[in-house]
């Protein structure tokens, strides 16, 4: 069992950064890969990022991809989002969730564990 709880969200102005940590228990979290998902009001929740376990590939949804990056410290069993040039757009429930399988990398269907979410606000 893994339990996830994400930090780091906030109210920030257009063209900011805020980072997000997705901390974990667990003793084999750093054994699977992880990613961020995303869920703004009216709308189905989406990808952001992913990681592998070992930190060697990530994936980024191209909404996000060059302004994103994830990165882990598996010493720490904690996952981050560093997101820069904010946009209101933006503006989420932001999702980190555990995948054991790695099969489908940010296949949300594919995702064992989730934590409870931290909202990202960015006004305009």
């Known amino acids: 069992q893994v339990q996830l709880v994400e930090s780091g969200g906030g109210l920030v102005q257009a063209g900011g950064s805020l980072r997000l940590s997705c901390a974990a228990s667990g003793r084999t979290f750093s054994t699977y890969g992880v990613g961020w998902f995303r ?3 009216g709308k189905e929740r989406e990808f952001v990022a992913y990681i592998s376990w070992s930190g ?8 996000v991809k060059g ?4 990165s ?3 010493a720490e069993d904690t996952v981050y989002l560093q997101m820069n040039t904010l946009k209101p757009e933006d503006t989420a429930v932001y999702y980190c969730a555990a995948d054991v399988g790695q099969r489908h990398p940010g296949d949300i ?5 989730w934590g409870q979410g931290t909202q990202v606000t960015v006004s305009s």
């Open 39 to 41: 869920q703004a009001p």
């Open 56 to 63: 060697s590939s990530e994936v980024y949804a191209d909404s």
């Open 67 to 70: 302004r994103f990056t994830i």
């Open 72 to 74: 882990r410290d598996n």
């Open 109 to 113: 269907g594919g995702m064992d564990y």
